[in-house]
């Protein structure tokens, strides 16, 4: 079965500081994984995802990740922190390929921007 | 522009009361879904349906129904029978082209007095 786990439930930095968001995950297969972003009292919205092309992907506003099968993670970056990053992010898996299949999202990463 | 629409946005109801939320996509996706997102807890699966006339139970689907009579349409009935309901909803389609993402609504706040 599928699960994400994403170490930390809120992370605070300075702006200008590197945000690093952990996640790691399980899936008997290869997976695709996503980043999402919500502001408070909004939707999801995509910030990445990974697709099996490039391991390291590039996002919206600034941010990348990197899927590494070894350590069955794929951790969320951006080298300088700005304040409108503050949100909640969660880290999501799927085994989908062509047909449907469910997309588990992990409890989430509340991100402080500390000016 | 392409997107989906949930209303009410904001929402109150009485114990014992049924309550419908509303969610219209214009996406031309097949498949829709529900979750429910409570504090340092993510989101979680109520129902999701793949096409027409057909939906399936998620993890949480007690308390909950549903009706997918329209491509455009998947509508939340919230029952008496779920026992804690303040939550916040979202709904979200799924692309299942080549980017195989989730798009979701700006969700639903149902507050139980």
């Known amino acids: 079965a599928q699960s994400v786990t994403q170490l930390g439930s809120h992370v605070s930095v300075s702006e200008g500081a590197l945000v690093l968001l952990r996640c790691n995950y399980s899936?008997?297969?290869?997976?695709?994984l996503f980043w999402y972003v919500q502001y408070p009292n909004q939707g999801l919205q995509l910030l990445l995802k990974?697709?099996?092309?490039?391991?390291l992907v590039k996002g919206i506003n600034g941010f990348e990740a990197e899927f590494k099968k070894s350590e069955t993670s794929f951790h969320l970056t951006k080298p300088s922190a700005h304040m409108s990053d503050a949100a909640e992010y969660f880290c999501?898996?799927?085994?989908?390929?062509?047909?449907?299949?469910?997309?588990?999202f992990g409890p989430g990463t509340s991100l402080s921007v500390i000016p | 522009d392409g997107g989906i629409t949930q209303s009410p946005k904001y929402l109150f109801r009485k114990e014992g009361q049924n309550v419908t939320l509303s969610c219209e996509q214009n996406?031309?996706?097949?498949?829709m879904y529900w979750y429910r997102q409570d504090p340092g807890q993510g989101l979680r699966l109520i129902y999701y349906?793949?096409?027409?006339?057909?939906?399936q139970k998620g993890d949480i689907a007690e308390g909950y129904s549903v009706s997918r009579e329209k491509k455009e349409s998947f509508p939340l009935t919230v029952t008496s029978a779920q026992k804690n309901p303040t939550a916040f909803y979202l709904c979200?389609?799924?692309?299942?082209?080549?980017?195989?993402?989730?798009?979701f609504g700006e969700g639903s706040r149902l507050t139980v007095l």
């Open positions: 979200a389609s799924w692309d299942r082209g080549y980017t195989g993402e989730l798009f």
């Open positions: 349906s793949q096409i027409v006339n057909d939906f």
């Open positions: 996406l031309n996706h097949d498949a």
């Open positions: 999501a898996v799927s085994e989908g390929r062509t047909s449907y299949d469910k997309v588990i």
């Open positions: 899936s008997s297969v290869p997976p695709y």
């Open positions: 990974y697709t099996s092309a490039a391991t």
